[in-house]
Nanobody
Framework: QVQLVESGGGLVQAGGSLRLSCAAS????????MGWFRQAPGKEREFVAA????????LHADSVKGRFTISRDNAKNTVYLQMNSLKPEDTTVYYC????????????????WGQGTQVTVSS
């Protein structure tokens, strides 16, 4: 089992920045590819970004490319999502997830999920 706990969400004005963190415990963190997803009420979970086990390779959705950056610190068992130039349409709940697969972009690729953290961007 891998337990994931997100933090760092909140309210920010459009154009602002937030950094989400996801702390992992349980199994060896560096054995897992990590991802960030987001889901608005009534909508499907949307891929945001993924990172390989070592952190050397990343993948970002087109909707966030150039604005969001995923990274990880295996010594701290933590994955991050740096979000810059935030827009009102980025408002939703953000989830981190862990997978044995690297750089998966489907929610079905991920086995373990955090509880989510709310991000609200005001216009």
């Amino acid at each position: 089992q891998v337990q994931l706990v997100e933090s760092g969400g909140g309210l920010v004005q459009a154009g602002g920045s937030l950094r989400l963190s996801c702390a992992a415990s349980g199994r060896t963190f560096s054995n897992y590819g990590m991802g960030w997803f987001r889901q608005a009420p009534g909508k499907e979970r949307e891929f945001v970004a993924a990172i390989s086990r070592s952190g050397a390779n990343t993948l970002h959705a087109d909707s966030v490319k150039g604005r969001f950056t995923i990274s990880r610190d295996n010594a701290k068992n933590t994955v991050y999502l740096q979000m810059n130039s935030l827009k009102p349409e980025d408002t939703t709940v953000y989830y981190c997830a862990a997978a044995l697969l690297e750089l998966g972009y489907s929610s079905a690729d991920y086995t373990y999920w955090g509880q989510g953290t709310q991000v609200t961007v005001s216009s």
